[in-house]
């Protein structure tokens, strides 16, 4: 009888030892999901801001080159317009 209730309550132990094992697994699992989330949304910030960064100095080139008159770069490139969404449109009428 005794060896009996040593059994169960080993085997109730390795139970629980089991369980809070994978629940350890589990949160491990979810911080580490959390760090990749964190890393990937600054990754993807980095990435946008690099972007909008090329895309300033591209259209500050082109402003250079055409020393700073609006007009005459949208006379020699009319296709930009097609590029323009149509509330943006405004700031290129004067």
């Given at each position: 009888?005794?060896?009996?209730?040593?059994?169960?309550?080993?085997?109730?132990?390795?139970?629980?030892?089991?369980?809070?094992?994978?629940?350890?697994?589990?949160?491990?699992?979810?911080?580490?999901?959390?760090?990749?989330?964190?890393?990937?949304?600054?990754?993807?910030?980095?990435?946008?801001?690099?972007?909008?960064?090329?895309k300033?100095?591209?259209?500050?080139?082109?402003?250079?080159?055409?020393?700073?008159?609006?007009?005459?770069?949208?006379?020699?490139?009319?296709?930009?317009?097609?590029?323009?969404?149509?509330?943006?449109?405004?700031?290129?009428?004067?």
């Amino acid at each position: 009888m005794v060896v009996k209730m040593i059994k169960k309550t080993t085997k109730e132990l390795k139970q629980k030892v089991e369980s809070e094992a994978e629940k350890l697994q589990r949160q491990k699992k979810a911080r580490q999901d959390l760090v990749d989330a964190v890393i990937k949304g600054r990754e993807q910030k980095k990435a946008r801001s690099d972007d909008t960064k090329r895309k300033i100095l591209i259209g500050a080139y082109l402003l250079k080159k055409y020393d700073n008159d609006v007009k005459k770069f949208l006379a020699e490139n009319p296709e930009f317009m097609l590029i323009v969404r149509e509330t943006d449109k405004r700031l290129f009428e004067s």
